[in-house]
């Protein structure tokens, strides 16, 4: 199993990719400590790791929250001695999309990319500084496809996957010539999970046509004629984890499905 001895600790776990990815590390070998900020769904994601014979244990942590991400970090070298993954895949409510630019509150626009790149760079310098003496770890994030394209009424939902995008390139450049690998992942759309259902139901609403005739169209623009879907992403995130991708640091791995060219 690419990840046997592995230990991983999963942010936002109680959600659609943090759970998925959460079961694929457990199911490769990997002891997985699943985090989220309410504990019925992390409980539900660390049930499915354990009845499948698989490592997992459960707590909540505000990811947001340095002091907290800290005090859980200490409790999972004491536990199992090391961290050795680390992915961040919290995800925020974003109420204010489909507001125009030049009608959203600058407060508003700000609010994902303080939340975001805040979350992404306390989970991270925190596990790398456990990766460090070991000089060996994975730091994982996920972004959206706005990261790389100019789309409309996402407010700063495409400021903030460009800015995540940016910091795991620079904590790349710091962390790797100490043996720590930092790389993301970027999906197209994955039509089964709930924030993809909810956002293109409204979509769809606003522009007049239905839900499945707008992902037809994000559909149409892939060169595969569909969307992503939960098990390839966690796929894609089990290899990358693995130390198969020694090769891998400082790049976000383009799983547009080649809507995006690199
Ligand atoms: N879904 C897609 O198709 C897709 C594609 C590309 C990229 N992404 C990105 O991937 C990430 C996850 O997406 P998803 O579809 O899995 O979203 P999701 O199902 O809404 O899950 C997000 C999770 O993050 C948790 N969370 C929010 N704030 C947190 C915090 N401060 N501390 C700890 N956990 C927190 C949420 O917990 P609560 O609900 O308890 O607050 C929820 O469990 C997002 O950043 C999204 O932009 C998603």
Known sequence: MPLSGKVAVVYGAGGA????????????????????????????????????????????????DERAVDRHLAFVIGQAGRVDISFNAIGLPNP???????????????????????????????????????????????????????????????????????????????????????????????????????????YATASGTTREEFLGVLAGRTHSRRLSTLTELADAAVFLASDQASGMTGTIVNLSMGSLDD
């Open 96 to 202: 204010k999309q489909r507001v125009p630019l030049v009608e959203l509150d600058v407060e508003q626009f700000s609010l994902p990319i303080a939340t975001y790149t805040r979350s992404c760079f306390a989970t991270a310098r925190l596990a790398a500084r456990r990766m460090i003496p070991n000089r060996s770890g994975v730091i994982l994030t996920v972004t959206p496809t706005i990261a790389r394209t100019g789309t409309p009424l996402v407010g700063g939902g495409g400021p903030a996957a460009a800015a995540v995008e940016a910091l795991t390139r620079g904590l790349s450049a710091e962390l790797a010539p100490q043996g720590i690998r930092v790389v993301g992942l970027r999906p197209q759309a994955i039509p089964e999970t709930r924030r993809i259902r909810e956002s293109f139901e409204a």
């Open 17 to 64: 990719i943090g759970g998925e990815v959460a079961r694929a590390f457990a199911r490769e070998g990997a002891r997985v400590f699943v985090t989220g900020r309410h504990r019925a769904s992390l409980d539900v994601v660390a049930g499915d790791i354990q009845s499948a014979g698989g490592s997992a244990e459960a707590a909540e942590v505000d990811a947001l």
